[in-house]
């Protein structure tokens, strides 16, 4: 069965972007007018090297190498220089993949199988030691369950950094005929990609993940709320839960250990909103993305009132790692109270761009630098907005913050769900202010004055700003305003989205002049 | 083959909301059964239909025991769904920060430009609407612009053109008429 060559060509949305389709498609007419037989083209997830995408990796005896990037009319040349050997003549080639440093310096727990297996091969997710937790799980008790995801520290890796074993005990103390497990797969902040790619590289991993949140709580029933921006996550995810169904990983007896775990993707409809987890709670019943006010909390009364477990992908997926390896093994990652890794994203204008998965602590500066290589267009970096479009821009006498949740914090920024978008010395960070305002007019739900109507004031003022209309009374009255945002706001839309505006005012003043 | 060519497609603008009422219904029957079937059953009429007709807003609300206020207010809280018919191809230009990063401004102003068309309106033939999209989760390959389940990567004013070009040539032997 197993054929003597294999290679590999991501199917991953981003190595699709880049052309991935079409050299898949040469390789196989390729293949096809050599007669050769002993050649299977796997299509696997990326690794996250995003510069080097589309990136094709043969098997050889030595282990994976990779070669990109691949463009459709290299395949050609490739195979004519050996490449199916593994031959390293070519000048696309990298060598051994592992060793590519950009790789070889990561701490790859949550992304141990990303680009490595087909996202949709349950025989590669079984052999790279998937599935071990959950069938540790089952031969626990509930609270041994979440004793463990307590222990191992793993906070919320959506961007609120809550402690999601305490949130699973809520879940797992409540009385209720039915629980929920959602999934938060709503990623929309710019600059990050992460679970987009968890998703699309390992989907098993998440569905993992959720089955034995729902063994933990005794919920029966999973949703995956999913960005409709995401059509081909959608597709591997249908394609995965098909497959666990089948083979009892999900239904009405899961692994023959007499629980029922059920699970659907749902798809938004483009409303940033509906990241957050009562907006989104709201949109899965069927309703407009309205923020709730808290109490009560989702884990008492969730999803249709019923207890509910709102985790993100990366949370959940990194729930199948702590029970395959144990919470000692986690938490030995990291620093202070954060701890095990994070999935950093690097984005806009980087030269290597790319998922960068370390143990919390490693700099900013490091980051932009030792992996992302400067600017993609060689210009000086300037800016840096950290968290997404509600986190701040960091000028570069901030670069050297260690990146965890509270060394960012101390500095009035936030790690949020790790997306890390760098901008050159052309950018104009009053523009950037502006459009910071702007998309908040664009995505609140309108529930709370100070989100609805402070952010159309907010680009007003900031409009009268650029114009040069009364600089110093308008800058005045945008601190005003951003103050009463951040203080009178329902939830992190209205009350952060003065982040990047305050820190351009303070770091970049000469912007609004 | 150029982007002069008729369209191949009747307009959906005469195509009466009667037309499409077994379609509504059937992606009722389909999703009614589901907790919060709501979302759902628009996203299959949209992809379907193309859009959500106001005939799927009176049968919607009559099957689900909703308002029509309610169902009607649904649809518009969400940028996705559209209550008027929309061209043949979706092009939808990433507006958020990773992209505006690499020159995403531009690109949005070209697009405009190329097309000569503003945030959410159709080509006169009914090829293109255009869209802004705040994120496709493709920040390492940016400036993004997403066709259908189509997503590009790092592309400039000259590969946008390529793809309207590409969009809007009908090849002559495989003419649809959809």
């Known amino acids: 069965m197993s054929a003597h060559n294999k290679v590999y060509i991501p199917r991953d949305s981003s190595s699709l972007s880049m052309g991935a389709e079409k050299v898949a498609v040469a390789f196989q007419l390729a293949l096809q007018a050599s007669d050769s037989n002993d050649t299977t083209i796997i299509r696997n997830g990326s690794r996250g090297l995003y510069w080097l995408e589309p990136m094709v990796e043969v098997d050889t005896p030595e282990g994976r190498v990779a070669y990109g990037p691949v463009k459709a009319r290299d395949v050609e040349s490739l195979i004519a220089q050996g490449m199916l050997e593994g031959k390293q003549d070519h000048p696309l080639s990298l060598g051994l993949t592992e060793e590519i440093p950009y790789l070889k310096k990561q701490q790859r727990l949550t992304f141990a199988r990303a680009g490595i297996i087909d996202p949709v091969s349950l025989d590669d997710y079984l052999a790279t030691d998937g599935y071990t937790g959950l069938k540790r799980a089952i031969e626990l008790a509930p609270q041994a369950i979440v004793d463990e995801v307590k222990e191992s520290g793993l906070r919320g890796r959506g961007g609120a950094a809550f402690p999601t074993g305490i949130k699973w005990q809520t879940v797992l103390g409540a009385e209720a005929s039915q629980k929920y497990i959602v999934c938060n797969a709503d990623e929309g902040d710019s600059g990050t990609f992460a679970d987009r790619l968890q998703m699309e590289a390992d989907p098993f991993g998440l569905i993992e993940g959720m089955t034995i949140a729902g063994l933990a709580v005794g919920a029966t029933q999973g949703y995956i709320y999913l960005r409709e921006e995401y059509p081909h996550a959608h597709e591997i995810l249908d394609e995965a839960i098909a497959i666990a169904e089948q083979n009892n990983y999900l239904g009405d007896n899961v692994l023959g250990s007499g629980k029922a775990f059920y699970l659907e993707v749902r798809l938004g409809a483009k409303a940033y909103i509906c990241g957050e987890e009562t907006a989104l709670l709201e949109s899965l019943e069927g309703k407009r993305g309205m923020v709730r006010p808290k109490p009560p909390i989702p884990a008492l009364e969730g999803l249709f009132g019923q207890p509910t477990v709102v985790n993100n992908v990366l949370s959940l997926s990194t729930v199948a790692i702590i029970l395959a390896k144990g919470a000692d093994f986690y938490k030995d990652f990291g620093m202070g109270r954060s701890l095990g890794t994070m999935p950093f994203q690097l984005a806009g204008n980087l030269k290597y761009a790319g998922l960068v998965e370390m143990a919390f602590g490693i700099t900013l500066k490091e980051l932009l630098y030792d992996f992302g290589g400067g600017s993609f267009n060689g210009k000086p970096l300037r800016s840096v907005q950290a968290g997404g479009p509600l986190g701040t821009y960091l000028p570069e006498s901030q670069w050297d913050v260690k990146m965890d949740y509270e060394e960012m914090a101390a500095l009035g920024a936030v790690l949020g769900h790790g997306g890390v978008v760098a901008f050159d010395d052309s950018v104009d960070m009053a523009e950037q202010a502006r459009f910071s305002m702007e998309f908040c007019v664009v995505e609140s739900c309108g529930k709370c004055t100070p989100c609805r109507i402070g952010s159309t004031r907010g680009v007003e003022v900031i409009d009268k700003i650029r114009a040069g209309e009364d600089r110093e009374d308008n800058i005045e009255l945008l601190e005003e305003l951003c103050e009463t945002m951040v203080d009178g706001s329902l939830c992190a839309m209205g009350g952060m989205t003065p982040f990047p505006v305050q820190s351009a005012l303070k770091h970049f003043s000469e912007d609004f002049s | ?178």
Request: net charge negative; proline share 6%; aromatic share 4%.
């Open chain 2, 1 to 178: 083959m150029s982007s002069s060519l008729p369209n191949a497609t009747p307009s959906k603008a005469v195509a009466v909301d009667a037309a499409h009422l077994s379609a509504i219904t059937s992606h009722i029957d389909n999703n009614e059964q589901k907790p919060g079937p709501l979302l759902p059953i628009l996203h299959d009429i949209q992809n379907d239909i193309g859009y959500i007709p106001d005939a799927a807003i009176s049968e919607i609300s009559k099957r689900l025991n909703l308002s029509r206020a309610e169902v009607h207010g649904v649809v518009s809280f969400y940028h996705h769904f559209s209550t008027k018919p929309r061209g043949r191809h979706i092009v939808e230009v990433c507006c958020a920060e990773s992209c505006q990063a690499l020159g995403g401004r531009d690109l949005q102003k070209h697009a405009k430009e190329k097309l000569g068309l503003d945030w959410y309106q159709t080509s006169k033939d009914g090829e293109i609407t255009l869209e802004p999209v705040y994120c496709l989760g493709n920040c390492a390959c940016s400036p993004a612009v997403r066709v259908g389940k189509q997503i590009l990567g790092r592309v400039d004013n000259e590969d946008f053109d390529e793809l309207i070009e590409e969009l809007t040539t009908v090849p002559v032997t495989l003419m649809e008429g959809r």
